[in-house]
């Protein structure tokens, strides 16, 4: 290892492995990051549909209320006649609350379940930033590992050179006890 063209291409040889994992690790964290966005948009898709779902059955139960509360006050009016009129404003009163407090109970329940869609829909967000920092973090420590790597080849044939025993007058005859 002491002489220069064996050093040489140690260090070579220890430059395109440090660059071959530097394309790996950026390959591999792009990948990462392209299947953490793949199932966020996956995961939002989801809560955006389920958004959609609860408060189309809102509508639905407050649809249905609605038909029950016409149906009741339409039977009111034709029994008007034979109600006095403190016993109707009585009736038409306690079918009003009802009526109202089961569509606050159902705006309520929608609320409630739009926000835990929501809130799911932040959390997926966040899980890809997690992987994403994950990943890019995980690319950086593989390519400072080649790169410390190739560091310490070069260093190390670096050294190999310098301390290598130089032999002066390889074949030539000059200097040697048999040429003079």
């Known amino acids: 290892m002491g002489d220069p063209v064996t050093a040489g291409l140690m260090i070579a040889g220890s430059i395109a492995s440090t660059v071959m994992t530097t394309v790996s690790a950026n390959a591999q964290a792009k990948a990462e990051f392209e299947a953490a966005e793949a199932q966020r948009k996956a995961?939002?898709?989801?809560?955006?549909?389920?958004?959609?779902?609860?408060?189309?059955?809102?509508?639905?139960?407050?649809?249905?209320i609605m038909r029950s509360a016409q149906k009741e006050l339409g039977a009111v009016q034709a029994s008007?006649?034979?109600?006095?009129?403190s016993s109707l404003g009585t009736f038409l009163l306690s079918g009003a609350y009802d009526l109202y407090q089961g569509l606050g109970r159902i705006d309520e329940q929608t609320a409630r379940d739009v926000s835990f869609k929501e809130s799911q829909q932040a959390?997926?967000?966040?899980?890809?930033?997690?992987?994403?920092?994950?990943?890019?973090?995980?690319?950086?420590?593989?390519?400072?590992?080649?790169?410390?790597?190739t560091l310490k080849t070069t260093v190390s044939s670096g050294m190999s050179v310098y301390n290598a025993p130089s032999i002066p007058d390889?074949?030539?005859?000059?200097?040697s006890a048999g040429g003079q």
């Open 43 to 64: 995961e939002e898709q989801e809560a955006l549909r389920g958004i959609a779902q609860e408060q189309q059955e809102g509508l639905e139960q407050q649809s249905d």
């Open 80 to 85: 008007e006649n034979s109600l006095a009129q």
């Open 123 to 149: 959390d997926a967000i966040s899980r890809q930033r997690t992987r994403g920092v994950q990943a890019a973090g995980k690319a950086r420590q593989q390519i400072s590992k080649a790169v410390g790597s």
């Open 170 to 175: 390889r074949g030539t005859g000059v200097g």
